[in-house]
């Protein structure tokens, strides 16, 4: 089982980030994929999930700054993030969605988004 975030790190506020996620065959192939995230305190949140297809659907929080996509050849989700806000600060995860039955997360990546 893979699942290996990158890409976080530290931006200021208006500032883009581009997340990789790269995913074993198991998890990824044929499934919708997801970037979830979850900040110091809350719970994990879904912010976009894309179908094998292409088609994409995405939290009210990110839509039209954040833009999910997937490389199926590549096995590996990413998360293009624009207008970054201190409110985007948090842990960023990838795995299949739903997520019913997954017991493992990886380490996922951290975002920080200073003001």
């Known amino acids: 089982v893979q699942l290996q975030a990158s890409g976080g790190g530290v931006v200021q506020a208006g500032g883009s980030l581009r997340l990789s996620c790269a995913a074993s065959?198991?998890?990824?192939?044929?499934?919708?994929m997801g970037w979830y995230r979850q900040a110091p305190g809350n719970q994990r949140e879904l912010v976009a999930r894309?179908?094998?297809?292409?088609?994409?659907m995405y939290a009210d929080s990110v839509k039209g700054r954040f833009t999910i996509s997937r490389d199926n050849a590549k096995k590996t989700v990413y998360l293009q993030m624009n207008m970054l806000k201190p409110e985007d600060t948090a842990v960023y995860y990838c795995?299949?969605?739903?997520?019913?039955?997954?017991?493992?997360w990886g380490q996922g990546t951290l975002v920080t988004v200073s003001s």
């Open positions: 795995n299949k969605y739903p997520t019913s039955g997954v017991a493992y």
């Open positions: 065959g198991n998890i990824f192939n044929g499934n919708l």
């Open positions: 894309i179908w094998s297809s292409g088609i994409t």
